[in-house]
């Protein structure tokens, strides 16, 4: 007799192996149910870090319940000979929806009908130093973009409008508006001296809101300022 085995016909199976093999299908059918369970409810919050890029671009309702501060209205930008329209920047505080609890920005592109091309390219600075979390807002009302990204530097933060077989991605072609572009921060306040610059076929730039300078920014501005008042003073 086979001890401690079970005697099928002419073989003797172990019960160490059996046991292992159970237990391995439950690990198995534990972690299928995880990915399954991870892919089924939706993300929220889109961690925007230095260096990093969101492919595809993250679509969540944000700001949602939130107080305007302040809006630029439609500011106009142009490119002679390729394209223009207008950027609508907004600054939300508080903003219940933004997970790392600073003011929310928000900017909507519109290129003008007349435009000779589309505009592939949005990126607005100011962001160094503060964490971000990048996003456009769903329902989608406009065009949505492919991707988002932050250079290495963690300043510029960009949006890509180029096709990628989603019904709600694609160039912002003549007469068309972007969706609401959503940047959550940490940061306690805005600024108004940032620059939206926008690209596709050429080049331009106008002043934008982003949070204010980072803290080292602020300390050594702070620390410049103090220095020229003790040096004033012994002057006298």
Same mark, same amino acid.
């Given at each position: 007799m086979c001890e401690g085995r079970h005697f099928y016909g002419y073989h003797c199976i172990k019960e160490e192996p059996l046991v292992k093999l159970k237990s391995y299908m439950r690990l198995a059918a534990c972690v299928a149910?995880?990915?399954?369970?991870s892919y089924a409810t939706p993300a929220r919050g889109a961690a925007l870090v230095p260096g990093s890029v969101?492919?595809?671009?993250?679509?969540?309702?944000?700001?949602?319940?939130a107080t305007l501060l302040f809006t630029t209205g439609a500011v106009p930008f142009a490119v002679p000979g390729s394209f223009s329209g207008t950027l609508t920047a907004s600054v939300y505080d508080p903003d219940p929806s933004n997970p790392l609890g600073g003011v929310t920005l928000t900017y909507l592109i519109s290129n003008d009908a007349a435009s000779a091309n589309s505009i592939g390219r949005f990126t607005v600075d100011g962001y160094s130093g503060w964490g971000?979390?990048?996003?456009?807002q769903t329902p989608v009302a406009g065009v949505a973009p492919a991707s988002i990204d932050r250079n290495v530097s963690g300043d510029v933060i960009g949006y890509n409008f180029v096709p990628t077989g989603a019904p709600a991605t694609g160039f912002l072609i003549p007469? /068309?508006?972007s969706a609401?572009?959503?940047?959550?921060?940490?940061?306690?306040?805005?600024?108004?001296? !940032? %620059?939206?610059?926008?690209?596709? /076929?050429g080049v331009t730039s106008i002043p934008t809101l982003a949070p204010v300078p980072e803290p080292s920014t602020i !300390? %050594?501005?702070?620390?410049?300022?103090?220095?020229?008042?003790?040096?004033?003073?012994r002057r006298r």
């Open positions: 149910l995880a990915y399954m369970v969101l492919i595809p671009g993250a679509a969540e309702p944000d700001p949602v319940g971000t979390d990048g996003s456009y007469g /068309g508006s609401l572009l959503v940047v959550q921060t940490d940061a306690p306040d805005y600024t108004t001296s !940032a %620059l939206g610059s926008f690209i596709d /076929g !300390a %050594l501005v702070l620390g410049g300022l103090a220095s020229l008042g003790v040096y004033r003073l």
